[in-house]
């Protein structure tokens, strides 16, 4: 007598429970697919904070600045930069005026905040006292130029939420494009549009929308060089104003990163000390 092979019996009773099998296995596998899906805008968050984290660690870094108007070859304002990471809370940054001369030894410094409105000061010799600078001036041009306060800020990935629009290739690079739309109430923007290097997550673009969401101003980032074979760092920020073609350049030189700076000197007490 043959001995009887285990499994399901021959037949259509067979067949029918391989085609049930079959469809329960492409059913869960379908349900797991979308259990671990993203949504775009989850997919845009977590394209920001791995674009923020592949910056982390260059602790302390200055910088030289010039900013140029509508493509002069003369810089109208120079300034010393210095900035100090704190990722436990927001960078602070320090920005002392070099030129023109009856602007020489002005400063202003910025606490940003990532959960929290960031805090502003300026000194102004004259007046030989430091001014607290209202965060409702975010939107106010910053020296008649281009650029308003809010701009020159770095953006912290929690006062925003985000949505990935595609991926494209912009200047031969393949980029995430993301739309960031501010959580504070007294932003300037309804919403910016960032394009994302995604091989060494840098930003090269950025579309600003005003209140009306309109596309009003763009900016550059261009000739990026790197430092201490990591830091990626623009040597040029270019913003146009999409309505009147008017542009402000900022040129940056001599980047220097992971300097040990004081940080008492990013105390707002401090600041008429500064050089």
């Not at 991926?167 to 960031?180: M, N, P």
Request: hydrophobic share 35%; charged share 30%.
């Amino acid at each position: 007598m043959k001995s009887r092979k285990k499994g399901f019996p021959n037949g259509p009773v067979n067949f029918f429970i391989r085609i049930v099998l079959n469809g329960l296995v492409i059913y869960f596998a379908f349900l797991v697919n979308i259990s671990y899906s993203e949504t775009v805008e989850e997919k845009g968050l977590r394209i920001a904070t791995a674009m923020e984290r592949r910056d982390d660690g260059w602790i302390g870094q200055t910088a030289d600045v010039e900013m140029l108007v509508n493509q002069q070859k003369d810089p109208v304002y120079k300034f010393h930069a210095r900035w100090l990471e704190k990722p436990e809370d927001g960078d602070k940054g320090v920005l002392i005026y070099k030129y023109p001369s009856d602007m020489r030894g002005v400063i202003s410094l910025a606490h940003l905040h990532r959960f929290m409105t960031n805090d502003m000061w300026i000194f102004i010799p004259r007046n030989k006292r430091v001014k607290r600078f209202s965060s409702q001036k975010k939107n106010s041009s910053f020296l008649g130029s281009q650029f308003t306060n809010e701009d020159l800020n770095r953006g912290e990935v929690e006062k925003y939420s985000y949505r990935w629009i595609r991926d494209e290739d912009y200047e031969g690079l393949l980029c995430s494009v993301v739309d960031r739309f501010p959580e504070e109430s007294n932003s300037g923007y309804t919403k910016q549009r960032i394009w994302i290097d995604q091989k060494e997550q840098r930003v090269m673009k950025m579309e600003f929308y005003n209140l009306k969401n309109f596309h009003i101003k763009t900016l550059y980032f261009k000739e990026f060089k790197q430092y201490l074979k990591y830091f990626w760092r623009e040597s040029k920020r270019i913003m146009i104003n999409e309505q009147t073609d008017a542009s402000t350049t900022f040129l940056f030189k001599n980047w220097k990163l992971k300097v040990e700076l004081n940080e008492n000197d990013f105390v707002p007490t401090r600041l008429k000390k500064l050089r």
